[in-house]
Structures are given as structure tokens and as C-alpha cells.
T-cell receptor, first 114, second 113 residues
Framework: NAGVTQTPKFQVLKTGQSMTLQCAQD?????MSWYRQDPGMGLRLIHY???????DQGEVPNGYNVSRSTTEDFPLRLLSAAPSQTSVYFC?????????????FGQGTRLTVV | AQSVTQLDSHVSVSEGTPVLLRCNYS??????LFWYVQHPNKGLQLLLK??????LVKGINGFEAEFKKSETSFHLTKPSAHMSDAAEYFC???????????FGAGTTVTVRA
């Protein structure tokens, strides 16, 4: 059981480049989300999805796009990378049933924009 | 709306002594509360979660947390710190039915030999 898998683990981009961060889960979770982690700020929600075909914005969505064509996959696209997007990105998934379903996290993608 | 405040950004303890990480929350609904741990360059691992069955919650690796509704707190404790407890700890709240998580800023734990 792989859980939540993120690729790549590390990436360096030049300003203005675009890329896609991949996230896949094999637990049949309905809810998936993307967070960025910056020092002293905890994790902040970028985008989330409650099921295939349904996405919505989180706290810090600017500069990012998402889509959810299948239950398993939830890619995050950086449209035109900026140095302010240098961060560690985490994908998470959870069931939507029950009040106490915990989130499962991937290992993270460390992105540097130069 | 919901939010989390972790009262200490850094905690340093000696090996074998107790650890206390403080967390206060605010929520318009009855919250779900979690503690996660992140070891260096790793993902987040669930330590424990509040499920409303009991106010004292036991988690992995000897950690436990007490939910106090009157104080809106969910402090994490461990009786005896181990070197492997050196990590960053996040208090997390989820309220209502939208499944969004709100994270505290994190507490970095250092364990001295």
C-alpha cells in the first residue's frame, strides 16, 4: 500500500517556467489537497478537491492550477514560476465520511525557483 | 472560521525529561483536532487525534494530548523525551464539514543528550 505518492522530490525552476507536481493516492480517498510549507507559517492550503471533477481554491491559490479527472490523481500546475513560490509542497488525502478522518500526506516536493 | 495557535515556536528538553507542546484553537463548530510530527526532510505523520470519545487521547511513541473545551486547548505531552523525538510538531484543527485543515505554525523540539 503506497499511500500518497508525490513526484518529483526535488525541482529547480527558472523564473517564468511552468511545471506540474504529481500526486497520486491508492486509498480511494475522496478528498485531496495541496499545501505549501514555509518556515514559521505551518502549512497553507493552496487548492483542494472533494471528488473527481470538483476543485476549489484554498488560502493561497494564486499562481497555481489544479484538476481532478480521476479519484487517484490530483496534479498541481505552476503556470509561470516566481521566486515567491520557492517552498516545500505537500499533497494530502482523506476520506470525507466521518468527522475524525485524518489526512495522509505525501513525502513532499522541495521546489526552488531561481 | 477556525484557527490554531501553537504557543511555543521552539522547545528544548533533556533526554528523559517531560515534553509539553501547547496548542490553543478557535472554532465555530465542534472541532476535530490532530497532532502531526515531521522529522527532517520527511512528510507529516499522525501522532494522535481527538475523536470526542475521551478527552485524554493516547497516540504513538508515548505521546498523549488532553482536550479541554473550556480552555480551547489541546496540549501534547510525553513523560520522557527520547532523542528520536527531535522533530517539528503541528497542531491541526478541522471544523464543520468542509474537510479543510488549519495548521499551527509548528513547534520545533530539540532533545539534548
Amino acid at each position: 500500500n503506497a499511500g500518497v505518492t508525490q513526484t518529483p522530490k526535488f525541482q529547480v525552476l527558472k523564473t517564468g517556467q511552468s511545471m506540474t507536481l504529481q500526486c497520486a493516492q491508492d486509498m480511494n480517498h475522496e478528498y485531496m489537497s495541496w499545501y505549501r510549507q514555509d518556515p514559521g507559517m505551518g502549512l497553507r492550503l493552496i487548492h483542494y478537491s472533494v471528488g473527481a471533477g470538483i476543485t476549489d481554491q484554498g488560502e493561497v491559490p494564486n499562481g497555481y492550477n489544479v484538476s481532478r479527472s480521476t479519484t487517484e490523481d490530483f496534479p498541481l500546475r505552476l503556470l509561470s514560476a516566481a521566486p515567491s513560490q520557492t517552498s516545500v509542497y505537500f499533497c494530502a488525502s482523506s476520506f470525507t465520511g466521518g468527522d475524525f478522518s485524518e489526512a495522509f500526506f505525501g513525502q513532499g516536493t522541495r521546489l526552488t525557483v531561481v | 472560521a477556525q484557527s490554531v495557535t501553537q504557543l511555543d515556536s521552539h522547545v528544548s528538553v533533556s533526554e528523559g525529561t517531560p515534553v509539553l507542546l501547547r496548542c490553543n484553537y478557535s472554532s465555530s463548530y465542534s472541532p476535530s483536532l490532530f497532532w502531526y510530527v515531521q522529522h527532517p526532510n520527511k512528510g507529516l505523520q499522525l501522532l494522535l487525534k481527538y475523536t470526542s470519545a475521551a478527552t485524554l487521547v493516547k497516540g504513538i511513541n508515548g505521546f498523549e494530548a488532553e482536550f479541554k473545551k473550556s480552555e480551547t486547548s489541546f496540549h501534547l505531552t510525553k513523560p520522557s523525551a527520547h532523542m528520536s523525538d527531535a522533530a517539528e510538531y503541528f497542531c491541526v484543527v478541522r471544523a464543520g464539514d468542509d474537510y479543510k485543515l488549519s495548521f499551527g505554525a509548528g513547534t520545533t523540539v530539540t532533545v539534548r543528550a
